[in-house]
């Protein structure tokens, strides 16, 4: 089992930054490709980023590249999120994930285990 917890989500204005984090629990957290995905209101769940357990990004999507940057302290079993000049497009319930094997795809059915999620609010 892997327990994730996401902290960081806020309201803020169009132009801002936060900064996501995601702390594991569980099962060995390094050996994970781990992933971001949001979902906005009416909207499908997406994937943001994805980062293998080697520090590997193999997808950002193209709506947040040059503004977002997934990262990992694996002595601290945390995945990162950092978003800069948010939009208010970027909206959305923010959600990590933890996936056992494999390298960390855009496929949210890849994905094993889920935080509960955190709002992210960007007003224009």
């Known amino acids: 089992q892997v327990q994730l917890v996401e902290s960081g989500g806020g309201l803020v204005q169009a132009g801002g930054s936060l900064r996501l984090s995601c702390a594991a629990s569980g099962r060995a957290f390094s050996n994970h490709a781990m992933g971001w995905f949001r979902q906005a209101p009416g909207k499908e769940r997406e994937a943001v980023a994805t980062i293998n357990w080697t520090g590997g990004i193999p997808y950002t999507a193209d709506s947040v590249k040059g503004r977002f940057t997934i990262s990992r302290d694996n002595a601290k079993n945390t995945v990162y999120l950092q978003m800069n000049s948010l939009k208010p497009e970027d909206t959305a319930v923010y959600y990590c994930?933890?996936?056992?094997w494999g390298s960390g795809g855009s496929y949210e059915d890849e994905y094993d285990y889920w935080g509960q999620g955190t709002q992210v609010t960007v007003s224009s």
């Open positions: 994930a933890a996936k056992l």
